[in-house]
């Protein structure tokens, strides 16, 4: 379907559902910046500005519920956070009870299985190229090539399915493991996974549009002084361009890598969603599509896919390298800002780092740590609350001292303890009131 086309229906969704949604479960974004108007034009900026920002968007935070997500008691926010459980001989971890996430506890303490299980029923109804499967496969065109796909879950995967629904964007990582000979000739393996990813998403229906393949300049913390700079260097390869000049492409997306340059493939996938799944608790997408006459409703998601290349040597009649090479990428950051929904994808990925360094070492943790405190300043000047959001949660998070009490013993605010769950229950509370 060509692009025209696709944006065209993504707009009359977008007019639908602006029709039937409340008015309570809307114009969020203009509550926000009247929220901080009005933070800024105080004489003098309130000792904690973040309860005033609570406090102007209460009214805005019902999303069709029957109770404001503001009206939750801190004890019953704090039992949302998960339990996580340590993998055995490892230092990750997974939800505890459910087989179905895998990573670090600053990211999974903040998930919801239910939402977990949502999306997860939502990839699989996306091409297969997007959701691939963690086995190794030879390279058709270099059999002495191969290469395992370990995908994780970047953005979206915070998502609460009572509160949020499904996400309009999902972003997801292909960490692309090669072993071979020869570095060039695992970077053709590298570059090849990539085309074919994208022919396989135009192949596999006509209702999708991919929009390109993006090759990005810069460093893993891009400071905002140049940033205007490199948005202009960005190179864009659409399918048309691709197909017209293969070997332009590769050199392009080679000497990228090589520079440690990001790599990322954009695109909106069509697919049916069952009602419950698209909005969760409000209730409108269902009646919605009771009025059409019930079943699934066919819903349009933006998706950005990362690539990211991992080689290791793979000599003639000698064991693989245990450790890998590293492009475009710090080590262990697929589980600083997300998590791996197969356990065969998180193993893959860990083990190419060999045993030199884990997760929790000093020097991964700061760098992971900066990369993170970097993006959620770059969403702020951005507008995009809600990844700033849960940067700042798994921050909070990653440090130790907040998040972690379960609300069983209630939260006592005439301590500093108390205060610091208290307000953190309410950057959860914040993190259910973005759209």
């Not at 879950?153 to 997801?172: E, I, S, T, V």
Request: glycine share 6%.
């Amino acid at each position: 379907m060509a692009a025209r086309e696709v944006d065209a229906q993504i707009e009359i969704e977008r007019r639908v559902r602006k029709r039937y949604l409340g008015s309570s479960e809307t114009k969020l974004r203009d509550a926000v910046f009247e929220a901080l108007r009005r933070l800024y034009s105080l004489p003098r900026m309130p000792t904690n500005p973040y309860f005033f920002v609570a406090t102007a968007l209460s009214a805005h935070s019902a999303h069709g519920q029957r109770r404001s997500v503001w009206a939750v008691p801190d004890e019953e926010v704090l039992e949302w956070m998960e339990e996580v459980a340590l993998v055995d001989g490892t230092e990750w971890c997974k939800l505890d009870r459910f087989s179905d996430a895998w990573g670090l506890p600053h990211v999974l303490r903040c998930c919801d299985r239910e939402g977990l299980t949502d999306l997860r029923a939502l990839l699989r109804k996306f091409p297969p190229a997007l959701f691939p499967k963690p086995e190794r496969v030879e390279d058709y065109d270099d059999p002495e090539c191969t290469r395992v796909v370990c995908m994780s879950l970047q953005d979206g995967c915070l998502h609460r399915r009572a509160w949020n629904g499904a996400p309009a964007r999902m972003g997801l990582r292909h960490d692309i493991i090669v072993d071979g000979p020869e570095m060039a000739r695992a970077l053709q393996t590298f570059v090849d996974t990539i085309v074919d990813t994208v022919e396989d998403v135009v192949a596999a229906s006509e209702g999708h549009s991919v929009k390109g393949v993006l090759l990005k300049p810069g460093g893993q913390i891009d400071t905002w002084a140049n940033e205007d700079q490199r948005e202009r260097r960005n190179q864009w390869w659409t399918v048309e361009k691709l197909r017209a000049d293969r070997t332009g492409f590769d050199t392009a997306v080679k000497r990228a890598t090589s520079s440690h340059h990001k790599v990322a493939m954009e695109c909106t996938v069509r697919a049916p969603v069952p009602p419950v799944m698209l909005d969760g608790g409000y209730g409108t997408a269902a009646v919605l599509a009771a009025q059409r006459g019930g079943g699934s409703m066919i819903m349009h998601f933006s998706v950005r896919i990362y690539f990211t290349f991992h080689f290791r040597v793979k000599a003639p009649n000698k064991p693989v390298s245990p450790t890998a090479q590293h492009y475009a990428t710090f080590p262990f950051e697929a589980l600083y800002t997300g998590l791996f929904l197969e356990q065969a994808a998180a193993d893959a990925y860990v083990s190419c780092y060999g045993n030199s360094v884990s997760p929790s070492s000093p020097m991964v943790l700061k760098q992971n740590a900066e990369r993170m405190i970097a993006i959620g300043l770059k969403s702020m000047k951005d507008d995009k609350m809600p990844r700033a959001l849960r940067m700042a949660a798994m921050l909070l998070l990653l440090r130790g001292d907040m998040g972690w009490d379960d609300g069983e013993d209630g939260v006592d605010v005439t301590t500093d303890q108390g205060l610091r769950e208290s307000t953190f229950a309410d950057l959860i509370r914040m993190m259910n009131t973005s759209t």
